[in-house]
């Protein structure tokens, strides 16, 4: 990943932010109906360019049994949104963000039995910068792919079957306060610019404010970034306008 030209969502430690998934640019419909599940947000420092287990699942949400709901219902419910939660102590600092749903139409088989069986995958990732002043180092307990197995709860499971639960799958939820707090001084401003850029340096590298003056500045200045290239960049700051865009995308 390039700091320098890659397009980043700023977001503040402790703000919630709105994903938004779609099946295409052009349909307002999310998801199928039909394709109930739960969903899942990990992040990743950005240096580890996601490979090993550097993964931690921030966000988790699967199977209410008091309004038997699914995940997936709240999403097409709310016209393709999710509000997600950022913790408020991780540390300052580039990190991958991984938004996930998991469908169980199909998943009462595990992966392999048959040319249908299986639960399907929609994820996307972005890149953001977290702000703020928190300084729990996220160091990760899952690897992706990895974090799940085809024949483990919750990856298999009958939607079919009277049921008043759900195992969400995945990595263990991030707590507050379980991170190894960092060691090093992290600079407390954005290196984001209003246009949602990054500054750099002649060596391409993110560049600093030389005063407080400017550091002030810009802990004002807010960007977010899509993960569709031709979509609007809205704020972070936001209600109505989702940090994170998406086009759900199958994978098994």
């Not at 180092?137 to 792919?145: C, K, N």
């Not at 995945?170 to 707590?175: A, D, H, I, N, V």
């Not at 200045?221 to 306008?241: F, G, L, R, V």
Request: proline share 6%; aromatic share 8%; with cysteine.
């Amino acid at each position: 990943m390039n700091v320098a030209d890659t397009d980043i969502c700023g977001i503040n430690a402790g703000d919630t932010i709105t994903v938004e998934w779609h099946e295409t640019d052009e349909q307002d419909r999310a998801i199928s109906d039909s394709h109930l599940g739960p969903c899942l947000v990990y992040l990743s420092p950005l240096e580890a360019n996601g490979a090993g287990n550097v993964w931690t699942k921030i966000y988790e949400n699967g199977y209410d049994p008091s309004t038997k709901k699914w995940c997936v219902d709240i999403i097409i419910a709310s016209g393709g949104k999710l509000d997600v939660p950022i913790p408020a102590d991780i540390a300052q600092g580039y990190y991958l963000m991984r938004t996930e749903v998991i469908a169980l139409h199909e998943a009462d088989r595990p992966f392999g039995e048959d040319e249908n069986a299986g639960a399907e995958y929609f994820p996307n990732c972005a890149q953001v910068y977290i702000i703020g002043s928190g300084t729990a180092q996220l160091t990760g307990d899952s690897a992706i792919p990895g974090v799940y197995t085809k024949d483990e709860d919750g990856i298999v499971f009958n939607l079919y079957d009277d049921y008043d639960s759900y195992p969400i799958p995945g990595g263990k939820l991030y707590e507050a306060g379980s991170a190894p707090v960092v060691e090093k001084k992290v600079d407390a401003q954005s290196p984001i610019d209003e246009d949602g850029k990054t500054s750099s340096d002649e060596d391409g590298k993110t560049s600093s404010k030389e005063d407080e003056e400017k550091a002030s500045t810009s802990k004002d200045e807010k960007a977010s970034s899509t993960i569709d290239e031709e979509a609007n960049s809205p704020s972070p700051s936001s209600n109505d306008k989702p940090c994170v865009k998406v086009k759900r995308r199958r994978r098994r």
